[in-house]
């Protein structure tokens, strides 16, 4: 998890995604899911969020949601496309590793930096991931929100 003072230093939207995630927790000991989140309750952040299944067995990704800023961003829309067909290197990225050790360990995943190779009109972007899980334990979604720079 992430410290407030840690929290200080991201772009509003990413930093609001992640408060209203931490909102949400049914407890201490379990993760929200899909169930627990309401679009309602984040209007000004929808542009910027996407929506992420996890398939297991095994492991894909789908972009089950696809805000609208990440059209012009991409010049497309990936809602309902795995991602590793989307973007063919995303297997070999180091980005990958990211989302097998949230849904491993059900941590969140924050990253600033270079945008990736999917990308290439931005030089900056800030994303902030989020695990979902239906079940409580085994995460089955990512709640995710990307601000480019």
Not at 1 to 18: F, T
Not at 27 to 48: A, F, K, V, Y
Not at 59 to 68: C, H
Request: glycine share 6%; net charge negative; with cysteine.
């Amino acid at each position: 998890m992430y410290s407030k003072q840690e929290r200080l230093a991201w772009d509003a939207k990413n930093r609001a995604l992640y408060e209203y995630w931490l909102s949400i927790h049914p407890d201490s000991d379990t993760l929200p899911g899909r169930q627990h989140l309401d679009p309602i309750d984040i209007p000004s952040l929808l542009p910027n969020v996407w929506l992420v299944d996890v398939v297991k067995d095994p492991v894909r990704f789908r972009f089950r949601l696809f805000g609208t800023a990440h059209y012009g961003a991409m010049d497309r829309d990936c809602t309902g496309m795995w991602i590793d067909e989307a973007f063919p290197s995303f297997l070999g990225s180091e980005v990958y590793s990211d989302y097998i050790n949230l849904i491993e360990n059900g941590v969140p995943s924050y990253r600033k930096g270079p945008a990736s190779f999917h990308i290439p009109n931005y030089k900056t972007i800030e994303r902030i991931m989020l695990p979902l899980a239906e079940n409580g334990t085994d995460v089955n979604m990512i709640l995710a929100l990307t601000v480019y720079f």
